[in-house]
């Protein structure tokens, strides 16, 4: 089933994502196909775990699923990343491996750098609540070493939870990202 609908949901995490998302892959992309939503990334918390659930069920009923993950950064904030091709999902999976190697089992960090640096292929969103994006202090090496890497290919995440702080988050964040 498919629409005219053009919104597509971009920041979508399962029960892989622990005390984060809470369906099942396959449920998020029925979810989206009974809702006539013709794609969803699948965003878990520093991993791809639910990618072949959710590939087979989309398979089966025609939603276009996009790959990607919210991955941790060693500063405590954190990044969507979303693969633009075949390309970009193994410059995810690098990332993210390198992050896993380090890190305690079940944590994962990357630096900035390292984001930077597997930028190929991949298309960032930028905010939300962990993001440095929307923090009081200005991340302007941040912001400058992202648009060096990813150009075109960075984009401000504004997602709302109907909290009281978000108003002035979300300004903050539109003027950081018009900058």
Not at 157 to 166: I, M
Request: glycine share 10%; net charge negative; charged share 25%.
């Amino acid at each position: 089933m498919s629409s005219d609908l053009s919104y597509v949901p971009l920041w979508c995490k399962s029960n892989f994502s622990f005390l984060e998302g809470a369906s099942h892959p396959q449920e998020l992309v029925e979810t989206a196909a009974e809702l006539g939503i013709s794609a969803l990334a699948l965003t878990d918390r520093d991993g791809v775990y639910g990618m072949v659930e959710a590939h087979v069920e989309a398979r089966q009923r025609g939603v276009k699923l996009i790959g990607g993950a919210e991955v941790s950064v060693d500063d405590g904030s954190s990044v969507v990343l979303l693969a633009a091709d075949r390309e970009g999902w193994g410059s995810l999976c690098r990332l993210l491996s390198a992050g896993r190697l380090r890190s305690l089992k079940g944590e994962c960090r990357v630096s900035w750098r390292e984001v930077a640096e597997h930028a190929a292929g991949l298309l960032v969103l930028w905010g939300g609540e962990r993001s440095l994006l929307a923090a009081e202090v200005e991340p302007f090496f941040v912001a400058h070493a992202l648009k060096e890497a990813f150009g075109d290919r960075l984009y401000a995440l504004a997602a709302r939870h109907r909290r009281a702080e978000e108003a002035q988050q979300e300004a903050r964040l539109r003027g950081r990202a018009s900058r």
